[in-house]
């Protein structure tokens, strides 16, 4: 049971670049969600999904894009990256539904630094 | 919007108890109150969780004020392991179909 992993762990972009940041989970979890965490800073949401097929916007989704086609992939898009997109993504994932007990699972994170 | 408010920062001697509050003024009926930490380097992980009653597990106590408007985190002992950022959330009534979100935390020092 691998848990909640993501690739790559670092990543160097040069403005306009588009790249896609991945998560997978093994533990058949019907909520995923991405953040992003600048540094000395909380997590802000950007993304996620309730189960396959479905997709909604969390507090700062511009300039990202997700889709979940599988319960255990949720794939992020940095569609035109710029400086700002400079930070530490993490994926979580969890449980849903009556009897959850709400707890997400994160992923180790990646390091993305956009010049 | 600040729906959680936390102290920036403190310090607890090694092996001893340690109360990290957080305070939720604006609570509803329905949301429960989340604790997550985050070790140096590492994505966060869920400590405890709780609605109404006082909570405990494995890693900490969870202690909830009986008006809901506030909330204390217990670890029960302090180790070096325990140094991290601790995160109060609240919500969860609606899991999946609401945005939680997390503050800035609480940096907690474990002196030697």
């Known amino acids: 049971n691998a848990g909640v992993t993501q690739t790559p762990k670092f990543q160097v972009l040069k403005t306009g670049q588009s790249m896609t940041l991945q998560c997978a989970q093994d533990?058949?979890?019907?909520?995923m969600s991405w953040y992003r965490q600048d540094p000395g800073m909380g997590l802000r949401l950007i993304h996620y999904?309730?189960?396959?097929?479905?997709?909604d916007q969390g507090e700062v989704p511009n300039g990202y894009n997700v889709s979940r086609s599988t319960t255990e992939d949720f794939p992020l898009r940095l569609l035109s990256a710029a400086p700002s997109q400079t930070s530490v993504y993490f994926c979580?994932?969890?449980?849903?539904?009556?009897?959850?007990?709400?707890?997400?699972?994160f992923g180790p994170g990646t390091r993305l630094t956009v010049t | 919007d600040a729906k959680t408010t936390q102290p920036n920062s403190m310090e607890s001697n090694e092996e001893e108890p340690v109360h990290l509050p957080c305070n939720h003024s604006?609570?509803?009926?329905?949301?429960?109150i989340h604790w997550y930490r985050q070790l140096p380097s590492q994505g966060p992980e869920y400590v405890i969780h709780?609605?109404?009653s006082n909570v405990n597990n494995r890693m900490a106590s969870l202690a909830i004020a009986e008006d809901r408007k506030s909330s204390t985190l217990i670890l029960h002992r302090a180790t070096l392991r325990d140094a991290a950022v601790y995160y109060c959330?609240?919500?969860?009534?609606?899991?999946?179909?609401?945005?939680?979100?997390f503050g800035t935390g609480t940096r907690l020092t474990i002196i030697p």
């Open positions: 959330l609240r919500g969860g009534s609606n899991f999946g179909n609401e945005k939680l979100t």
């Open positions: 533990m058949n979890h019907e909520y």
């Open positions: 979580a994932s969890s449980y849903l539904g009556a009897g959850a007990s709400y707890e997400q699972y």
């Open positions: 604006t609570i509803s009926g329905t949301d429960y």
């Open positions: 709780g609605l109404t």
């Open positions: 999904s309730v189960g396959a097929g479905i997709t």
